[in-house]
Nanobody, 125 residues
Framework: QVQLVESGGGSVQAGGSLDISCAGSGYTYNRIYCMAWFRQAPGQPRERVATINTDGRVQAYSDSVKGRFAIYLDKPGKTVYLHMNNLKSEDTAEYYC?????????????????WGQGTQVTVSS
C-alpha cells in the first residue's frame, strides 16, 4: 500500500517562491509510478497541477502554472517535489500529492488512487 506524506506548505507573499514535497513509501519494487500534484481552493473543483513519470521523468503541467512551477523527483524516485515560482494569490489552495501505478500512456490522463493528506499554501498579495 502506497502512503504519501506532504510537507513544506506555508504562507508566502505574491511573487515569492515555495517548495513542497511528498515522501512516498510502500512502492512495489521495480514498478513505475505516475506522481502528481493537485490543488483545491475553497469552493473550487480539484485541479490537476503537474505530473511526472518515475521512469522517464516526463513532466506535464496545467496551463495555469506552466512556466512557474516545476515537478521533480529525488534520485531514488520516492520523494516528489513541487517548486513554485512567481506565486500568485490564485495559487492559494490545499495541495495534494497523488500516485498511481503506471501502465503506459500519459500520466496526465491517469486516475490517481493513492493520496496524501494535503498541505496548505497561502499566497498573500
Amino acid at each position: 500500500q502506497v502512503q504519501l506524506v506532504e510537507s513544506g506548505g506555508g504562507s508566502v507573499q505574491a511573487g515569492g517562491s515555495l517548495d513542497i514535497s511528498c515522501a512516498g513509501s510502500g512502492y512495489t519494487y521495480n514498478r513505475i509510478y505516475c506522481m502528481a500534484w493537485f490543488r483545491q481552493a475553497p469552493g473550487q473543483p480539484r485541479e490537476r497541477v503537474a505530473t511526472i513519470n518515475t521512469d522517464g521523468r516526463v513532466q506535464a503541467y496545467s496551463d495555469s502554472v506552466k512556466g512557474r512551477f516545476a515537478i521533480y523527483l529525488d534520485k531514488p524516485g520516492k520523494t516528489v517535489y513541487l517548486h513554485m515560482n512567481n506565486l500568485k494569490s490564485e495559487d492559494t489552495a490545499e495541495y495534494y500529492c497523488a500516485a498511481a501505478r503506471y501502465s503506459g500512456g500519459k500520466c496526465w490522463e491517469y486516475e490517481y488512487v493513492y493520496w496524501g493528506q494535503g498541505t496548505q499554501v497561502t499566497v498573500s498579495s
